[in-house]
T-cell receptor, first 114, second 112 residues
C-alpha cells in the first residue's frame, strides 16, 4: 500500500513564525503536491514537484515556498505565518505514466495561526 | 481558467440512492475522477472515467459522463452510513501532465 505521511496532524503557530510542514511518501513517486483545503473552496494547489530539486508554482504560491532535496520528502514552508494561512494542508504523491494518474494523499495537517 | 463545480451538500436516507453531480468547463478533459474524503482523513480515489467513455460501473458505484454537456455524476446505490464523506470531482486536461482541477466537494449526509 502506498503510504503518504505528514509530520503533524494539528499545529498551532503564532503570526510571523516560520512554519515547516513535512511530507514523506514510501512508493518512490516522482510527483509530489501540496494543497490547501478550505470549506467551500475545495483543494487549491500551492506547489508541486515532478523530480528532486524541481518545483513548480500552483495556483496560490504566495506566502509559501517548498523544498525537495530527496525524492521521498517534500516540505512546505511558510516563511512568516499569517492568520489567513489557517487551513488544512494536504500532501499528495503520484507516479508518472499511470493511466489513472491517481494521486495518493496524506491525512492532512490542520494549521491554526493565531 | 478552467473550473469544476459541484453542490456543497447532499442529504439522502439510508438505503436510497445518492447522486452527486459535477460540471466542468474544460473541453479537453482526458480523465475525470471522484475522490472520497472521510472525516479526519485524506482523500482516496474512488473511481475515474476516461473521457471517451459514457458510463462506468463498479459494484454500488455508477459514473455517468455527458461530454456534450460537460456533466459528470456519481451514483451510489443503497447508500450506507459508511458512505458519509465529502466527495470531490476532479478533471485532468490534455494540457496538464500533473495537475488536477478540483471541485469544492459535496458533503454527503445520511439520514437514518
Amino acid at each position: 500500500d502506498v503510504k503518504v505521511t505528514q509530520s503533524s496532524r494539528y499545529l498551532v503557530k503564532r503570526t510571523g513564525e516560520k512554519v515547516f510542514l513535512e511530507c514523506v511518501q514510501d512508493m518512490d513517486h516522482e510527483n509530489m503536491f501540496w494543497y490547501r483545503q478550505d470549506p467551500g473552496l475545495g483543494l487549491r494547489l500551492i506547489y508541486f514537484s515532478y523530480d528532486v530539486k524541481m518545483k513548480e508554482k500552483g495556483d496560490i504560491p504566495e506566502g509559501y515556498s517548498v523544498s525537495r532535496e530527496k525524492k521521498e520528502r517534500f516540505s512546505l514552508i511558510l516563511e512568516s505565518a499569517s492568520t489567513n494561512q489557517t487551513s488544512m494542508y494536504l500532501c499528495a504523491s503520484s507516479p508518472p505514466g499511470q493511466p489513472s494518474y491517481e494521486q495518493y494523499f496524506g491525512p492532512g495537517t490542520r494549521l491554526t495561526v493565531t | 481558467g478552467e473550473d469544476v463545480e459541484q453542490s456543497l451538500f447532499l442529504s439522502v436516507r439510508e438505503g436510497d440512492s445518492s447522486v452527486i453531480n459535477c460540471t466542468y468547463t474544460d473541453s479537453s478533459s482526458t480523465y475525470l475522477y471522484w475522490y472520497k474524503q472521510e472525516p479526519g482523513a485524506g482523500l482516496q480515489l474512488l473511481t475515474y472515467i476516461f473521457s471517451n467513455m459514457d458510463m462506468k460501473q463498479d459494484q454500488r458505484l455508477t459514473v455517468l459522463l455527458n461530454k456534450k454537456d460537460k456533466h459528470l455524476s456519481l451514483r451510489i446505490a443503497d447508500t450506507q452510513t459508511g458512505d458519509s464523506a465529502i466527495y470531490f470531482c476532479a478533471e485532468r486536461s490534455m494540457d496538464s501532465n500533473y495537475q488536477l482541477i478540483w471541485g469544492a466537494g459535496t458533503k454527503l449526509i445520511i439520514k437514518p
